[in-house]
């Protein structure tokens, strides 16, 4: 290889780091030397569809240099360390890498609890690093479009949002089990809320923090997991002085799937589906006055997205469009969202930290 290689050292090769393998392979092809420390040690090859690939050798394919030991793996002194083991390892392993003063990709959730954040966040401030939390929603096609048309105040002065996630969790990997997976057990970040953190952190990404935080749910489902399968999460924001609820609903259930966002304004209103990939615009007298459609997009192109933006971040030395400090900001309003959870009471959140 040569000198301009790029060094990556993944840790975790479950689903979502085999995803960014084969798209470090698309995007830099031997131009890249992908090394990995993994504690499960599972050989098999994971497809496109999250199906098993048939005598596939996973090392052999992507030409992956093991380490037994992270110590040993972080020494190699990679230009980025890509943070794909379950999220209550999540900040522990960072904050390894980053006293190392390695670069960082952090899978979404930042972490299940927020114990040791703000150190990790100093931490990467004072090494000067590069260090993104894996969002990829932020660079779904639609909600680009959504947070153009709010920019553009299409609809005039937001009155409400409704965001919308369901998904039936044994279908989310067919390789495995799903009461093996990390989503079904609280203590490893897992249930609904924290793991499916992509809504959270679009309606920080769009609105901000809210200012109050009351959700109702729980294990509602005959699912075997330990954790809640099912939230609706109300929150009170301040847009333009006008105090506005932001409704999200989550749940592991639903079948078929839905991913949708409303937005209602005093001059209209917004429908994203995520999953049709539409965004529809209506006008104040209820008439569809523009409809965005982008069919044929894939979702892998959400990866190779924001993998193209790490990169591109890393060779500029600049912050990315999701930093640490983001998303911290959504796994507390999470946070607050699973205590007002247990609690039954409204959680107050505190201003942006």
């Known amino acids: 290889m040569g000198k301009n290689t790029l060094k990556i050292l993944m840790i975790g090769l479950g689903s979502i780091g085999q995803r960014h393998v084969r798209n470090l392979r698309q995007l830099l092809g031997e131009n890249v030397e992908i090394a990995a420390y993994r504690s499960r040690k599972r050989p098999y090859v994971l497809t496109e569809q999250a199906g098993i690939e048939q005598g596939g050798n996973l090392e052999e394919k992507y030409n992956i240099q093991l380490y037994e030991n992270i110590d040993e793996a972080l020494g190699q002194k990679p230009d980025a360390v890509f943070i794909c083991n379950p999220p209550n390892l999540h900040v522990s392993t960072a904050l390894k890498a980053a006293q190392n003063g390695l670069n960082l990709f952090i899978e979404k959730p930042l972490s299940h609890t927020y114990e040791h954040v703000d150190e990790l966040i100093k931490l ?5 690093l590069v260090a993104f939390v894996g969002c990829q929603m932020r660079f779904h096609p639609c909600l680009r479009k959504l947070e153009s ?4 105040k299409s609809i005039g002065t937001i009155l409400s949002v409704r965001s919308e996630l369901g998904e039936y969790l044994p279908g989310f990997h067919p390789y495995e089990d799903y009461r093996h997976m990390h989503e079904s057990h609280q203590a490893r970040g897992g249930g609904v809320i924290i793991s499916q953190i992509h809504e959270l952190d679009y ?3 769009l609105f901000g923090l809210p200012k109050r935080v009351f959700a109702v749910g729980g294990h509602l489902s005959n699912l075997e997991i330990d954790s809640e399968d099912t939230a609706s999460i109300l929150m009170e924001y301040r847009i333009e002085g006008k105090t ?14 839905s991913r949708t966002c409303q937005v209602i304004g005093n001059e209209g209103k917004i429908l994203v589906d995520l999953r049709a990939l539409s965004v529809h615009v209506f006008n104040s007298q209820g008439e569809l006055s523009e409809n965005n459609c982008f069919e044929g997009f894939q979702r892998n192109q959400l990866f190779l997205d924001e993998l193209n933006h790490f990169l591109e971040c890393l060779q500029r030395k600049q912050p990315p469009h999701v930093t640490v400090h983001d998303g911290a900001q959504s796994l507390r309003m999470a946070l607050a969202a699973r205590e007002s959870l247990a609690s039954g009471q409204v959680v107050e959140m505190e201003h942006e930290l």
Request: hydrophobic share 40%; net charge positive.
């Open 244 to 257: 506005v609820p932001v409704h999200l609903q989550q749940d592991f259930t639903q079948r078929p799937a």
């Open 203 to 205: 309606l920080y990404w």
């Open 124 to 128: 990467i401030e004072r090494k000067n």
């Open 149 to 152: 048309l709010i920019k553009a």
